[in-house]
């Protein structure tokens, strides 16, 4: 048997074996001898008459075609171990030439594609420095007052922002009421943002009492398709007039709270502190990491197989599937809360598997070119902490995860702490 490849655009190519000698002959016997037993012929026991005349009533043709389907997996494994090539979608066969004395098995394959790295060190990205200021301390010390706030009501005045107003309410389109728009003491913080765009706006400066019309337009995006985009009158009567009255921020507050090792007014902006500089470093770390990943595929040179962003795709649209379902949702459900089109989503999400597919290749690039290399002390380790993590037996850990894949991910987090680490010098 002999082979050659050729690569085509988009990381496809051809990989083309011609089949001859030994190996095709001793194909063609086994599957003569298969097709055999079904040959039913008067006056011999099904698949025991002599072979010239099973022969007669077995089409050359088929056996043909069955030898080459029988080879055609082997014929691909050798062809792929002798061109080095990493297949990432199956391929498909054509059978160029079938006769007697050979076979010619073309597959088209969809290969890794090469990647040609530009900067990925030394980049001009610095992650940016974690501040927090006492006008955030004090403004978590204000939410804090507002959690415990009591109501009270306003027995002068108008509703303004920040107060509740006790409301009854319609809606109308087009003079006629529609279904789930109406409400009765229903209290309504203004300045929330909980109901249609511009109606709390509309409701400040109106008394105990006042009934009023107020216009709006639904959302393109509401989640009834009927109300989506189109105006609508509100007919409002403002009950009661409710007002904030802030505690006051001192230790019995804290205490009220309930945050363990947080007593008095000091100990809560110190643990306020700690916390927003650790969801900032976060968020900072988040955002370098993803300014560098965005830059090395930006100098990076990498044309990526409609296979590879398909199989991303298709696995992120289970995955998501999957969380939908533990909150007892469908994707068609979702779909239709959000007026989206299942295509839409997949649509969306194939921009990511797009982007994720890139960095992937990227960083495997880069992990080649500096001959990152993951020992099995590392493997143990990252296993180990996986089974901390969960909570389950180390043993049980390795059943389920494989050695190559923890290999593979180490890999990856390797190379991006040396993008990091040689950034913003």
Request: proline share 3%; net charge negative.
């Amino acid at each position: 048997m002999s082979s050659k490849w050729e690569l085509k655009e988009k990381s496809t190519g051809e990989l083309t074996a011609v089949v001859d000698g030994d190996l095709w002959k001793d194909a063609q016997k086994k599957a003569f001898n298969k097709l055999k037993r079904n040959i039913n012929i008067p006056g011999f026991r099904k698949g025991q008459a002599p072979a010239a005349l099973i022969k007669k009533q077995v089409p050359v043709q088929n056996i043909l075609m069955d030898a080459a389907e029988e080879l055609a997996n082997q014929v691909l494994l050798e062809g792929v171990e002798e061109h080095n090539l990493w297949l990432v979608a199956r391929p498909t066969l054509s059978i160029d030439e079938l006769n007697e004395e050979q076979a010619i098995l073309k597959f088209i394959c969809v290969v890794k594609p090469e990647v040609k790295l530009g900067e990925y060190k030394n980049l001009p990205i610095k992650k940016k420095t974690t501040r927090v200021t006492q006008k955030e301390i004090d403004a978590e010390v204000e939410r804090l007052q507002e959690r415990y706030a009591d109501l009270e009501l306003k027995e002068e005045g108008s509703v303004e922002n920040g107060d509740t107003a006790v409301i009854d309410f319609e809606g109308f389109k087009d003079g006629v009421a529609f279904d789930g728009g109406k409400g009765e003491d229903y209290p309504l913080e203004i300045g929330s943002g909980s109901f249609i765009p511009g109606f709390e706006e509309q409701l400040i400066g109106m008394n105990k009492g006042e009934t009023k019309d107020i216009d709006v337009t639904f959302p393109e995006n509401y989640g009834a398709s009927d109300l989506a985009g189109q105006p609508a009158v509100f007919k409002v009567t403002v009950k009661d007039i409710k007002t904030k009255v802030l505690p006051e921020a001192n230790d019995d507050l804290v205490k009220e709270a309930k945050i363990k090792d947080v007593e008095t007014l000091e100990d809560y902006r110190t643990y306020m502190k700690k916390t927003i500089s650790d969801r900032k470093e976060e968020e900072n770390e988040e955002n370098f990491t993803n300014e560098l990943l965005t830059k090395i595929v930006e100098n990076a040179e990498v044309e990526i197989p409609d296979a590879m962003i398909d199989s991303e795709t298709d696995q992120m649209v289970n995955e998501f599937k999957q969380r939908l379902s533990a909150q007892g949702f469908t994707l068609e459900q979702f779909a239709a809360v959000t007026g989206q089109t299942e295509d839409v989503i997949r649509g969306e999400m194939r921009k990511d598997a797009e982007k994720k597919v890139n960095v992937r290749l990227v960083l495997e690039a880069i992990a080649e070119a500096e001959k990152i290399e993951v020992s099995d002390e590392d493997i143990e380790a990252e296993l180990q902490e996986i089974a901390n993590q969960f909570g389950r037996p180390l043993e049980q850990v390795k059943q389920l995860i494989s050695n190559d894949a923890v290999s593979y991910d180490l890999r990856q987090r390797k190379a991006l702490e040396l993008i990091k680490e040689t950034a913003g010098k």
